[in-house]
Protein backbone atom coordinates (compact mmCIF):
# COMPACT_ATOMS: atom_id res chain seq x y z
CA UNK A 1 0.00 0.00 0.00
CA UNK A 2 1.14 3.44 -1.00
CA UNK A 3 1.34 5.59 1.92
CA UNK A 4 3.30 8.65 2.63
CA UNK A 5 3.13 9.44 6.48
CA UNK A 6 3.91 12.95 8.28
CA UNK A 7 5.32 13.41 11.95
CA UNK A 8 7.14 16.09 13.80
CA UNK A 9 4.67 19.13 13.70
CA UNK A 10 3.44 20.80 16.97
CA UNK A 11 3.22 23.28 18.95
CA UNK A 12 6.52 25.94 18.97
CA UNK A 13 7.31 29.29 20.40
CA UNK A 14 8.25 31.97 17.94
CA UNK A 15 11.71 32.05 16.76
CA UNK A 16 11.51 27.94 18.27
CA UNK A 17 12.75 24.95 15.60
CA UNK A 18 10.75 21.95 14.56
CA UNK A 19 11.80 19.29 11.76
CA UNK A 20 8.93 17.87 9.98
CA UNK A 21 9.39 13.87 8.72
CA UNK A 22 8.06 12.43 5.54
CA UNK A 23 8.27 8.74 5.26
CA UNK A 24 7.30 6.61 2.51
CA UNK A 25 5.91 2.67 2.26
CA UNK A 26 4.78 1.04 -0.32
CA UNK A 27 7.11 2.71 -2.56
CA UNK A 28 10.37 4.35 -3.20
CA UNK A 29 11.05 7.80 -2.88
CA UNK A 30 14.55 7.71 -4.84
CA UNK A 31 12.66 8.63 -8.08
CA UNK A 32 10.46 11.34 -6.89
CA UNK A 33 10.17 14.75 -6.78
CA UNK A 34 9.17 15.31 -3.13
CA UNK A 35 7.48 18.87 -2.00
CA UNK A 36 6.31 20.02 1.27
CA UNK A 37 2.77 22.59 1.04
CA UNK A 38 1.06 24.08 3.51
CA UNK A 39 -2.71 25.10 4.40
CA UNK A 40 -3.47 27.90 7.16
CA UNK A 41 -7.00 28.15 8.08
CA UNK A 42 -9.35 30.22 5.70
CA UNK A 43 -6.05 30.26 3.22
CA UNK A 44 -5.56 27.97 0.05
CA UNK A 45 -2.92 25.43 -0.01
CA UNK A 46 1.14 26.94 -0.65
CA UNK A 47 4.03 25.03 -2.12
CA UNK A 48 6.81 25.73 0.92
CA UNK A 49 9.43 23.71 -0.99
CA UNK A 50 10.62 20.99 -3.40
CA UNK A 51 13.71 18.52 -3.95
CA UNK A 52 14.14 16.70 -6.59
CA UNK A 53 15.33 13.43 -7.10
CA UNK A 54 18.37 13.75 -9.86
CA UNK A 55 20.13 16.19 -8.24
CA UNK A 56 18.81 16.96 -4.81
CA UNK A 57 17.81 20.85 -6.46
CA UNK A 58 15.59 22.58 -4.36
CA UNK A 59 13.63 25.32 -4.09
CA UNK A 60 11.86 27.52 -1.32
CA UNK A 61 9.29 29.96 -1.53
CA UNK A 62 10.23 33.25 -0.48
CA UNK A 63 8.68 33.77 2.91
CA UNK A 64 10.69 30.70 4.37
CA UNK A 65 13.90 31.59 2.34
CA UNK A 66 16.91 31.48 4.69
CA UNK A 67 15.00 29.58 7.19
CA UNK A 68 13.60 26.30 6.08
CA UNK A 69 15.82 23.38 4.45
CA UNK A 70 14.35 20.61 2.46
CA UNK A 71 16.47 17.15 2.68
CA UNK A 72 16.06 13.49 1.88
CA UNK A 73 17.71 10.35 2.92
CA UNK A 74 16.89 7.69 0.41
CA UNK A 75 18.37 5.32 2.43
CA UNK A 76 15.52 5.99 5.09
CA UNK A 77 12.83 6.61 2.20
CA UNK A 78 12.30 9.75 4.33
CA UNK A 79 11.71 13.70 3.46
CA UNK A 80 12.99 15.93 6.03
CA UNK A 81 12.03 19.80 6.34
CA UNK A 82 14.05 21.61 9.07
CA UNK A 83 11.98 24.83 9.89
CA UNK A 84 14.01 27.86 12.10
CA UNK A 85 13.22 30.98 13.60
CA UNK A 86 9.50 29.89 13.03
CA UNK A 87 6.66 32.68 12.78
CA UNK A 88 3.32 32.27 13.71
CA UNK A 89 2.79 33.11 9.93
CA UNK A 90 4.27 29.30 9.71
CA UNK A 91 1.31 28.13 11.64
CA UNK A 92 -0.33 25.49 9.04
CA UNK A 93 -1.04 21.84 8.35
CA UNK A 94 1.85 21.22 6.51
CA UNK A 95 1.41 18.10 3.65
CA UNK A 96 4.20 16.12 1.75
CA UNK A 97 3.39 14.87 -1.68
CA UNK A 98 5.21 13.39 -4.32
CA UNK A 99 5.37 13.97 -8.10
CA UNK A 100 7.01 11.60 -11.28
CA UNK A 101 8.13 14.54 -12.96
CA UNK A 102 11.69 15.77 -12.36
CA UNK A 103 11.47 19.65 -12.47
CA UNK A 104 11.49 21.97 -9.31
CA UNK A 105 7.66 22.61 -8.87
CA UNK A 106 5.02 23.31 -5.82
CA UNK A 107 2.32 23.06 -8.69
CA UNK A 108 -0.20 21.01 -6.88
CA UNK A 109 -1.56 19.35 -9.97
CA UNK A 110 1.58 18.09 -10.72
CA UNK A 111 1.57 16.02 -7.38
CA UNK A 112 0.01 12.30 -7.26
CA UNK A 113 0.51 11.00 -3.95
CA UNK A 114 -0.03 13.40 -0.60
CA UNK A 115 0.43 12.60 3.04
CA UNK A 116 -2.17 13.27 5.82
CA UNK A 117 -0.58 16.46 7.13
CA UNK A 118 1.29 17.89 10.45
CA UNK A 119 0.10 20.55 12.27
CA UNK A 120 2.29 23.02 13.21
CA UNK A 121 1.68 26.08 15.46
CA UNK A 122 3.80 28.68 16.58
CA UNK A 123 1.87 30.65 19.37
CA UNK A 124 3.83 32.45 22.97
Known amino acids: QVQLVESGGGLVQPGGSLRLSCAASGFSLNYYTIAWFRQAPGKEREGVSC????????TYTDSVKGRFTISRDNAKNTVYLQMNSLKPEDTAVYYC?????????????????WGQGTQVTVSS
Open 97 to 113: ATSRFPILTTTPNLYDY
Open 51 to 58: ITSSDGST
